[in-house]
């Protein structure tokens, strides 16, 4: 990145992790955008020039995460849910990281997440996006859109589980052996399909 480059994103991340901690003490719905510009030393209209919606100061890195995923699919060697299912469970982001600071941020931000109605509502509208962008990546016809969708569902339900586990005191190590498990049993419904599933 040119120089310039590199002091913008400098500015993102700085707006973002003063975000992120203002919404870890505080909660995303009581702290304003103002506030988050007064932390990070910068105008409000500077934060809205690299966020468009306040929703985005947690999203962000998300579209980042899309593009991954496209990539991942389209140059696969296998199957379209074998890429899939090898990308999901890479485990990218803060699970990923060694380091304690990381888990600690990430249980700050699923306290922010599933305490906010309005991030949850965004966070679906994004995954709903991840569906279509993935279906179209398949082809775009019926099966394509049948597809991604129960790829995309296995990835919610993903998410859904390192929540409720994170949220009832998991450590990392429990979690990561869990999330593995349960991606395993999710993916291997998909891949046999629903024609032998019971509760």
């Not at 992120?20 to 719905?29: A, H, K, N, S, V």
């Not at 510009?37 to 999203?59: G, I, W």
């Not at 190590?173 to 998909?190: D, M, P």
Request: proline share 2%; hydrophobic share 40%.
């Amino acid at each position: 990145m040119s120089l310039r480059e590199r002091k913008k994103e400098q500015t993102r991340r700085q707006i973002a992790e003063t975000a992120r901690r203002l919404f870890g003490e505080r909660g995303f719905e009581d702290v304003t955008v103002n506030e988050i510009a007064r932390e990070a030393d910068v105008s409000a209209q500077t934060v809205f020039n690299y966020f468009p919606t306040k929703e985005d100061l947690v999203y962000w890195r998300l579209g980042a995460f899309e593009a991954e995923l496209l990539q991942a699919v389209s140059e696969r060697e296998g199957t379209p849910l074998e890429a899939f299912k090898a990308f999901i469970l890479s485990q990218r982001g803060l699970l990923g990281r060694s380091e304690p600071e990381a888990f600690e941020a990430l249980q700050a931000l699923t306290r922010t997440i599933t305490g906010s109605p309005s991030l949850q509502a965004r966070e679906q509208q994004i995954l709903d996006g991840y569906t279509a962008a993935l279906a179209e990546e398949l082809g775009g016809d019926t099966r394509a859109h049948v597809a991604a969708a129960a790829m995309i569902c296995v990835h919610r339900a993903l998410i859904g589980y390192t929540r409720r586990s994170i949220l009832a005191g998991a450590t990392r190590s429990a979690l990561q052996k869990g999330l593995k498990a349960e991606a395993e049993k999710a993916f291997a419904l998909v891949e046999h399909g629903l024609g032998d599933y019971h509760s």
